[in-house]
């Protein structure tokens, strides 16, 4: 049986090591390759960027601020994904949960931190579970797929939010529509307050560790607990689990509200960490379905998904930074290679399964 | 075993010496096989004898590691399926490989498309389709849609296809596995007007009443070996059964006088509603005992699987009760009806009785997950799980590398064996089994049946459901024949016999209503 399980080893070394590294690599090439036809060398801009992220403590910390909010977005993806749904909706539960923290964080002023803080998170997690249970609702009730619900449920949170803040929040002297600022027991403390080599008052903030500690309890949540066997065996066999006498609609609403709670938490780390401190709508957009790319590309796993989200924190912050040595190139490069990641892990995924499966034939 | 085959003369292919080795396994080892143009030539052997491998070897999809294949005695390689069909063979595989969308014509002619001026020539086609199909004996409609058909007409159209491209050596790999015995009988005669024909046919089984029933010829593996080709006429199903397994094989389970002790369940005027309305179950009504066995005898789908999956919780039933020693369990919740003490063997082992991405200890406790042995309130008690487990497969002798393996990495037969041990190892008082051996090897059915009989034994009352009349009779002590939805005759198994059942099991004939629910209500006299 040692070669099963070397078998075993080949296949997770290739699926879940060589062909996201393999779809990295081939991004940066085409990447390369349009900067170049840009008149730029692709290797000092590459370099510089490396320099940005990870030239100082500085850089790394504004790379991890930038990580951060994917992680949330690409769990949510990956949750759902463990009990065999698709959660297309990570934009609009992160949405409606990042208005119903903020609303704590300004409403209820007087509460101390952590009290308040700990308050949004909770707010910011229900506010997302109730926006991705709907969809796990319709699913059980109406038999209506989730992946046309929880699109749809985008654009429903997108408008409700906008219109509530428009509407009910915003001062008409500001401007842009925002919400009102939480109070300071809201903050999420700085890194640089917690850790001592991260830069005083840099913006990465706490709830990177949060990230960290979500990801730790996921596992276990999956792997130990009774819901997770129960979520796990719905995902995998809804007859099977049937027969097990799981009820299955009912894990399904809660492993929905679940993976959109992780998407309701994305936004703390804009509203609560270090900066403007209020809701801001125009600066989220995209987080929840760049959290598509970040699942996958981490393959569903948590540890991984760290990494794919700090990669991808990597190309934003070095795109806003590399901009001012090469301002022929322009910043959406970095939209590109995300995006080519994303299809060139799709092709090499399906041709490492395709060599395992030869491999397996031929023995 | 010695290897006793005769000399072959001038067969039409014979394979020497085939070595096929898969990481772990040598699935064939040093295998020698030949085949007489126009014989039926039955290849049986446990789950994992290696008998699809050494027909795909045949069929060019495999590459062999070592040996050679003489095909009208030259030396040659097949080096793909399409080298094969060159030569006139042809395979049907166990898992049918058809696109269900298209229509049986386009499915047949896939590949092998015929055009006229590089035009699809439809109409010619559907001619030659016509003209295959009325040749050997039954009729299709070139027309159709694959998905809405039966199980058993695809396999015709499999067939089809083959013969579609001018083969004269089928093979057929499991043919029998998924037909309900109609089906089978008709599978019979096709394939007997193939042989009038001319052709050879191969065919892969693990029943051996098939092979006494169909074949000219018979090979036997084991292990990856060949043990030996009989004429089958000069052989048994006994000493085939033992070549098989390697020992000696009890075909008949021996059956005990078992004490029968005290109501253990009782069901009235059971009714399941389809949602047109129709009556799936209907008023069906039945007590079993301690230390009693009752059969439901019946061809699949007249609502078998339907009045189980509501007696164990997964389905609700639209009337009746059950009583379960005077706990009211009518439509319960399926984990309510566990912990009374009653456990269930699905028909479906893959997409019911576990989930094979789960490891061999999870499967384990699948149902029994939320007692308080293998859980708390939140947590699972993961070490008692895998003791559990780990006692159950040293003690039910299942073959896995360790309790951590993923179900799916089991053979079937040791898939079914997990599957019997979870829920005997929770000693029900009460097991309902629906078709506890279908698809696994002697060895296996005899370690089920004899596990089942010591159950009995014990006190235990089973529910059977089956639709091998062999195993109906000699497991049971009630039979009862189950036609749409009712139950039309209820027998002692001591005094009946397969052509009764088979009788009543179509629906031609039937005994008196009130009778049949009197017999299966365990009541001597009537009622009133
Ligand atoms: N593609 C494969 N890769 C690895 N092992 C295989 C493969 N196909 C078959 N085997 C192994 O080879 C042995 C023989 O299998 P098979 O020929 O399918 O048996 P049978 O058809 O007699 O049930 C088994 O141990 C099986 O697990
Ligand atoms: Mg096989």
Redesign the interface.
């Known amino acids: 049986?040692?070669?099963?399980s070397?078998?075993d080893l080949l296949f997770n070394v290739l699926m879940n090591g060589v062909a996201p590294l393999v779809a990295i690599l081939i991004a940066f090439a085409i990447g390369g390759i349009v900067i170049t036809s840009l008149g730029t060398n692709p290797f000092a801009f590459f370099s510089r960027m490396l320099s940005l992220n990870f030239g100082s403590m500085r850089g790394i910390s504004q790379m991890i601020y930038r990580a951060t909010p994917y992680f949330f977005t690409a769990m949510a993806l990956s949750f759902a994904f463990k009990a065999g749904l698709f959660n297309i909706g990570a934009e609009g539960q992160m949405f409606v949960g990042g208005l119903a923290l903020a609303w704590v964080g300004f409403t209820f002023t007087w509460l101390p931190f952590p009290i308040l803080f700990i308050l949004c998170l909770v707010a910011g997690f229900l506010g997302g579970a109730l926006w991705g249970a709907i969809p796990g609702y319709l699913k059980v009730k109406r038999g209506a797929h989730e992946v046309i619900t929880t699109i749809m449920m985008n654009f429903i949170a997108i408008a409700l939010v906008q219109y509530i803040v428009q509407n009910h929040f915003m001062n008409p002297d500001w401007g842009i529509p925002h919400t009102p600022t939480v109070a300071e027991g809201a903050y999420a403390p700085s890194l640089g307050k917690i850790i001592p080599w991260f830069p005083a008052g840099t913006r990465a903030n706490i709830m990177f560790l949060v990230a960290i500690i979500l990801a730790g309890l996921t596992l276990v949540l999956l792997q130990?607990?009774?819901?997770?066997?129960?979520i796990?065996?719905t995902g995998?066999?809804p007859?099977?689990?049937?027969?097990?006498?799981i009820n299955i609609s009912s894990r399904t609403v809660m492993t929905m509200a679940i993976s959109g709670g992780f998407a309701g938490m994305a936004t703390a780390n804009f509203i609560l960490g270090p900066g403007s401190h209020y809701f801001l709508k125009s600066e989220y957009g995209g987080i929840g379905f760049s959290g598509i790319a970040v699942g996958l590309l981490g393959r569903n796993n948590p540890l991984g998904i760290i990494l794919a989200a700090i990669l991808f924190g990597f190309l934003e912050n070095g795109a806003l930074g590399v901009q001012l040595y090469f301002p022929n190139v322009p910043r959406q490069i970095v939209e590109i290679m995300q995006a080519i990641i994303l299809i060139v892990l799709v092709i090499v995924l399906e041709i490492a399964r395709k060599f395992l499966k030869r491999l397996?034939?031929?023995? | 075993m010695a290897r006793d085959n005769q000399i072959d003369t001038d067969p039409l292919i014979r394979m020497e010496g085939i070595n096929?080795?898969?990481?772990?396994v040598l699935?064939n080892d040093s295998v020698d096989f030949s085949v007489q143009e126009g014989e039926i030539h039955a290849l049986v052997g446990e789950n994992g004898a290696g008998k699809t491998t050494l027909m795909k070897v045949l069929y060019g999809?495999?590459?062999k590691?070592e040996g050679q294949i003489y095909f009208d005695d030259k030396p040659l390689e097949i080096k793909d399926p399409k080298a094969a069909n060159e030569l006139g063979i042809g395979m049907v595989h166990q898992h049918f490989m058809l696109v269900p969308p298209l229509s049986v014509a386009d499915n047949i002619t896939l590949g092998r498309e015929i055009a006229k001026y590089g035009v699809l020539d439809r109409e010619e086609a559907k001619e030659r389709i016509l003209e295959l199909s009325s040749d050997i004996g039954f009729e299709i409609d070139p027309e159709a849609r694959v998905e809405d058909l039966s199980v058993g007409v695809r396999q015709r159209i499999e067939i089809l296809k083959v013969l579609f491209r001018e083969a004269e050596v089928l093979i057929l790999d499991e043919p029998t596995a998924v037909l309900t015995p109609q089906e089978v009988e008709s599978l019979y005669e096709i394939l007997n007007n193939l042989q009038e024909q001319g052709k050879t046919i191969i065919f892969i089984t693990h029943k051996l009443n098939e092979v006494m029933d169909l074949a000219d010829r018979v090979t036997v593996m084991r292990e990856g070996k060949d043990v030996g080709t009989k004429e089958v006429q000069e052989t048994s199903k006994n000493e085939l059964a033992n070549m098989m397994v390697g020992r000696e094989v009890l075909l008949r389970v021996e059956k005990e006088e078992a004490e029968k002790g005290e109501e253990l369940i009782r069901a009235e005027n059971l009714t399941l509603k389809n949602d047109e309305g129709a009556n799936i179950v209907d008023d069906i009504s039945f007590s079993i005992r301690e230390g009693e066995v009752f059969g439901i005898a019946g061809v699949q789908g007249n609502g078998q699987t339907e009045l189980i999956e509501a007696l164990?919780?997964?389905n609700e039933f639209s009337s009746g009760t059950v009583e379960v020693q005077n706990s009211d369990l009518t439509n319960a919740?399926?984990?309510v009806?566990?912990e009374e003490g009653i456990g269930?063997i699905?028909e479906?082992r893959l997409?019911?009785?576990?989930?094979?991405?789960?490891t061999v200890t999870?499967n384990f406790v699948?149902?029994y997950?939320?007692f308080e042995r293998y859980?708390s309130?939140?947590?699972?008690k993961?070490r008692d799980m895998d003791e559990h487990a780990k006692k159950a497969v040293e003690e039910f002798d299942i073959k896995t590398?360790s309790t951590k393996t993923l179900a799916e990495?089991l053979s079937g037969g040791n898939q079914q064996k997990l599957i019997v041990a979870r829920e005997l190892s929770q000693q029900p008082k009460l097991l309902i089994a629906a078709q506890p051996t279908r698809g696994i090897d002697v060895g296996a059915i005899e370690f089920v049946h004899e596990r089942l009989m010591k159950e009995r034994a014990r006190g235990k009352g089973l529910l059977l459901v089956s639709s091998e009349l062999d195993e109906i009779i000699s497991l049971s002590d009630r039979i009862a024949v189950i036609y749409e939805g009712e139950f039309i005759g209820m027998f002692d198994a001591n005094e009946t016999s397969k052509e009764e059942l088979g009788v009543y099991m179509t629906g031609s004939e039937r005994q008196d209503k009130e009778e049949v629910r009197r017999k299966a209500l365990d009541k001597v006299s009537p009622r009133e």
């Open positions: 049986m040692n070669s099963e070397r078998r130990r607990t009774k819901l997770g066997y129960e796990r065996a995998l066999n007859n099977s689990a049937e027969y097990a006498g397996q034939k031929r023995g | 096929k080795r898969f990481p772990g699935a999809i495999y590459s590691d164990t919780g997964i919740d399926g984990q009806i566990r269930h699905p479906d997409d019911r009785g576990m989930i094979t991405d789960f999870e699948l149902g997950h939320t859980s309130r939140i947590f699972m993961l590398p990495s």
